[in-house]
């Protein structure tokens, strides 16, 4: 599968098979293409929280309401981000590296066969907290990433708006 074809063949998928895990080997493929993503400065403002525990992901579907997808979902991959690690060279950007470093893990999932779905965190206060309090972290949880064998086969769509777009 080549790069296109990944973005193009990517869809959100909310229904996973139960019984099918994901090895520790392909866990690492997707969290390196994450720290592969451009980043400000190069800062690398990021950490992952791999979560596989059945009783933290029911921590999670309880802190964020639509993340109800981890009932079947054998892994989430949670990204969160370092903001001081870019303060004094490049403040401000580490929402965009991290979602970067997300969309990357989309693409090289479904490249290894998996589906995937990004559930948002940050910007939401309370949403960040109660994620914190879970994870015992004090980075600040921007995504949750359902990741799975897809149990379900939404088809592949293209919202490609020229109207969207102006040429200079
Ligand atoms: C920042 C962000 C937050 C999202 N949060 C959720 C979420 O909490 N739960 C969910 O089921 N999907 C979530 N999604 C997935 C979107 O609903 C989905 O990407 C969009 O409807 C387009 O569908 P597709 O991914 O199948 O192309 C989120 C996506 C993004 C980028």
Redesign the pocket.
């Known amino acids: 599968m080549n790069t296109i074809e990944a973005i193009k063949g990517?869809?959100?998928i909310?229904r996973y098979k139960t019984n099918v895990t994901v090895p520790r080997e392909h866990m690492k493929q997707i969290l390196e293409a994450a720290m592969m993503a451009p980043s400000a400065c190069n800062t690398r403002p990021w950490e992952f929280v791999v979560v596989e525990s059945r009783q933290v992901k029911e921590q999670i579907m309880r802190a964020?309401p639509?993340?109800q997808?981890l009932q079947t979902a054998p892994a989430a991959i949670v990204v969160c981000g370092r903001p001081k690690v870019q303060e004094l060279v490049c403040p401000g950007f580490w929402p965009q590296d991290c979602?970067a470093a997300?969309e990357n893990m989309l693409l090289a999932a479904k490249e290894l066969g998996y589906g995937t779905?990004?559930?948002?965190c940050y910007p939401l206060e309370k949403r960040v907290e109660e994620m914190q309090r879970i994870l015992e972290v004090t980075s600040i949880p921007l995504?949750?990433v359902a990741i799975g064998e897809a149990d379900e086969a939404?088809e592949a769509?293209g919202f490609f708006d020229e109207a969207r777009v102006k040429y200079l």
């Open positions: 990517r869809r959100s909310r964020m639509y993340t997808m979602g997300v779905c990004w559930c948002g995504a949750v939404p769509r």
